[in-house]
């Protein structure tokens, strides 16, 4: 079998629940991920913002806790088609953490512990549309989830969602990450089935 697969079968959902199509609605949390769970030590844990020009904005641990965060109800879609709906978290939005940043780039690069990396249009990371998450539900982001903070950007399929999140590299042109370059598609929007490349 290969490394991209076409996802889960399809399962019935409620009539009055409103899904992206092909989804199928789920209690649980399923846990898919390309590689091991790394263990991330908070102390040492840090989230950087690396401009076209190569100018660093650094967030420890510490650092991110103390700014403002937001506790955002969002519902998850993932490519391989279970979505999950209103589910609680809590993390700081990237539009407090660009607030000094100052770039002309239009596509960001994030990288994650264990070298996972996704792409993203900045203007889809800005704009109330996208957090820094380490709670869900109330508890401290469990590993397997992400933990101790994931990127959260629920309008897009889960995997843009980059777990143990650790920065990201701002970009003048697009650059696919690990998914993408394996042929899943470059934006992922789930509302018009953008699962892979040609979708």
Same mark, same amino acid.
């Given at each position: 079998?290969?490394?991209?697969?076409?996802?889960?079968?399809?399962?019935?959902? =409620?009539?009055?629940?409103?899904? =992206? =199509?092909?989804?199928?609605?789920?209690?649980?949390?399923?846990?898919?991920?390309?590689?091991?769970?790394?263990?991330?030590?908070?102390?040492?844990?840090?989230?950087?913002?690396?401009?076209?020009?190569?100018?660093?904005?650094?967030?420890?641990?510490?650092?991110?806790?103390?700014?403002?965060?937001?506790?955002?109800?969002?519902?998850?879609?993932?490519?391989?088609?279970?979505?999950?709906?209103?589910?609680?978290?809590? @993390?700081?939005?990237?539009?407090?953490?660009?607030?000094?940043?100052?770039?002309?780039?239009?596509?960001?690069?994030?990288?994650?512990?264990?070298?996972?990396?996704?792409?993203?249009?900045?203007?889809?990371?800005?704009? @109330?549309?996208?957090?820094?998450?380490?709670?869900?539900?109330?508890?401290?982001?469990?590993?397997?989830? @992400?933990?101790?903070?994931?990127?959260?950007?629920?309008?897009?399929?889960?995997?843009?969602?980059?777990?143990?999140?650790?920065?990201?590299?701002?970009?003048?042109?697009?650059?696919?990450?690990?998914?993408?370059?394996?042929?899943?598609?470059?934006?992922?929007?789930?509302?018009?089935?953008?699962?892979?490349?040609?979708?």
């Amino acid at each position: 079998m290969g490394i991209v697969s076409r996802g889960f079968h399809s399962r019935a959902r =409620p009539a009055d629940v409103k899904l =992206p =199509p092909g989804q199928y609605l789920t209690e649980d949390f399923p846990v898919l991920s390309a590689g091991p769970t790394p263990s991330i030590a908070r102390e040492e844990w840090e989230f950087t913002i690396t401009t076209e020009s190569g100018t660093r904005h650094r967030w420890s641990w510490r650092e991110l806790l103390a700014l403002p965060s937001e506790r955002p109800t969002v519902d998850l879609h993932c490519v391989t088609k279970w979505s999950k709906l209103g589910t609680g978290w809590e @993390g700081v939005s990237l539009d407090t953490l660009f607030a000094d940043v100052e770039t002309a780039a239009e596509f960001a690069l994030v990288h994650s512990y264990g070298d996972y990396t996704t792409n993203i249009p900045l203007e889809d990371l800005l704009g @109330g549309e996208a957090w820094i998450a380490y709670q869900y539900e109330g508890e401290d982001l469990a590993p397997v989830h @992400g933990g101790p903070a994931r990127l959260l950007v629920p309008h897009l399929y889960l995997w843009k969602s980059a777990k143990w999140v650790r920065g990201m590299r701002l970009l003048t042109e697009d650059e696919p990450g690990f998914w993408e370059s394996l042929g899943y598609h470059d934006y992922g929007d789930p509302w018009r089935e953008q699962r892979y490349q040609g979708d």
